[in-house]
Nanobody
Framework: QVQLVESGGDLVQPGGSLRLSCAAS????????MGWYRQAPGKQRELVAT???????NYADSVKGRFTISRDNAKNTVYLQMNSLKPEDTAVYYC???????????????WGQGTQVTVSS
């Protein structure tokens, strides 16, 4: 069983910054991709950023140049540094990990419970 603990969501003014964290624990042999997605009210969940175990990153066009994803493989933790936040960044942010367990040749996909980010004056 895997647990994802997300933190860092908050209310922030436009132009402000936040840092989200997501720590994975449990029966994990290895983690491949880790990422952040978000879902605003009335909208579908969308990709924000992903990062592979080797550090290759991918960003949504709407956050390029403002958000930075990183990870600490020793801690099984992924971060999302969000700068120059805009009201349209308001959403629930979800952590996602692709991981393997010992003895099973299959990659699992697991989601966190989400953390609320609100950008408003």
């Amino acid at each position: 069983q895997v647990q994802l603990v997300e933190s860092g969501g908050d209310l922030v003014q436009p132009g402000g910054s936040l840092r989200l964290s997501c720590a994975a624990s449990g029966s994990i042999f290895s983690i491949n991709a880790m990422g952040w997605y978000r879902q605003a009210p009335g909208k579908q969940r969308e990709l924000v950023a992903t990062i592979t175990s080797g550090g290759r990153t991918n960003y949504a066009d709407s956050v390029k140049g403002r958000f930075t994803i990183s990870r600490d493989n020793a801690k099984n933790t992924v971060y999302l540094q969000m700068n120059s936040l805009k009201p349209e960044d308001t959403a629930v942010y979800y952590c996602n990990v692709h991981y393997r367990v010992v003895g099973i040749p299959y990659e699992y996909d697991y989601w966190g419970q989400g953390t609320q980010v609100t950008v408003s004056s």
